[in-house]
């Protein structure tokens, strides 16, 4: 889903960048408040992981692939939609500069998209589905494959506000390749190794989400 | 909790590294789906000009691949970049840590 520079003005690029920002500050101002040395090396390891596997693209049918995006794991994991916001800004930053995946001109709609979209929208499904007292994998899987496609149909409609696209076939193509990307790519990996996570340490997905009660932990 | 921690970070590194490694040789080389969206609702000579633009910087490793060095050039970054950005993203977690101490 990551936007090369051609299909963005610079003018619109730059608007989403003043969108993003406020956002990235935010994340670094989360892991100023909630970083410690037990949290690093799980932040560590999660981002390199992330990185890796946006590189792994899964056919999904249709002469198409996608990967997955990992904001909404990263959410559910630290219990913050921000730590999503650091981890893809961090990933793309790197995309974009020495991988040529993703403009440096639209990394702002970018991390837009893949960080705070599909982040917030992945962690408030997340949560809303635990609320209500659903099987921790089955959350994980709806929230994430949902913030996937939410962002990619942010990403249309921002394709057609630059004139790359046409609105209603760009949202019917966006919207068709990632509603099944989001199924293989990003829900069933995020709902397999939440499971795995909660089942080996159960520590590090927030309790107060896990168990569906008001107890903060940590 | 800390050496746990650690434990974990080192099985998040060997994961990482084996997708890294393997990435190359499983990865789909069908186009993404923002790719196929446009090859699909643009008209050919207008897609075929967004293609061939120019990103704004360039840069060392398009594509995740090194120039002429093949699948092994592919696995050598792809790998530079999951290390880099375990050193980013630690060196950011203890930089952040550090300053709310102060």
């Known amino acids: 889903m990551h936007i090369p520079d051609s299909f963005m003005p610079l003018s619109q690029a730059l608007v989403y960048w003043a969108i993003a920002l406020p956002f990235i500050f935010m994340s670094f101002r989360w892991a100023r408040r909630d970083m410690d040395d037990m949290k690093i090396p799980i932040l560590a390891a999660l981002s390199a992981g992330i990185f890796a596997i946006q590189a792994l693209n899964i056919p999904i049918g249709m002469g198409t692939s996608g990967h997955m995006v990992g904001a909404a794991l990263v959410a559910i994991i630290f219990g913050s939609p921000f730590a999503g916001v650091l981890v893809l800004t961090l990933v793309l930053l790197v995309q974009g500069i020495v991988f040529a995946d993703g403009g440096i001109t639209v990394m702002g709609a970018n991390i837009l998209n893949m960080g705070v979209i599909s982040g917030f929208i992945g962690y408030y499904s997340f949560v809303a589905l635990r609320s209500r007292k659903i099987d921790i994998k089955i959350a994980a899987f709806f929230g994430a494959w949902l913030g996937l496609f939410v962002s990619a149909i942010a990403t249309a409609v921002e394709m057609s506000i630059a004139g790359t696209f046409p609105l209603v076939p760009g949202l019917v193509a966006m919207g068709t390749f990632h509603f099944v990307i989001g199924i293989i790519g990003e829900g069933l990996i995020t709902a397999i190794a939440i499971a795995a996570i909660a089942k080996a340490r159960p520590d590090l997905v927030d309790s107060k989400i896990t168990e569906g009660s008001k107890e903060a932990t940590l | ?102």
């Open chain 2, 1 to 102: 909790m800390t050496s746990q921690n650690m434990k974990l970070l080192y099985a998040g590194i060997a994961i990482a590294l084996l997708i890294s490694v393997l990435a190359p040789f499983l990865a789909s080389p069908d186009p993404d789906g923002l790719e196929s969206a446009a090859e699909s609702v643009i008209d050919e000579e207008r897609f075929a000009e967004l293609e061939e633009a120019e990103p704004a910087i360039e840069s060392p490793m398009p594509d995740y691949s090194i120039e002429g060095q093949g699948k092994l050039g592919e696995i050598v970054a792809i790998s530079a970049g999951t290390i880099a950005i375990l050193l980013i993203s630690f060196g950011l977690g203890k930089v952040l840590k550090a300053n709310k101490a102060n």
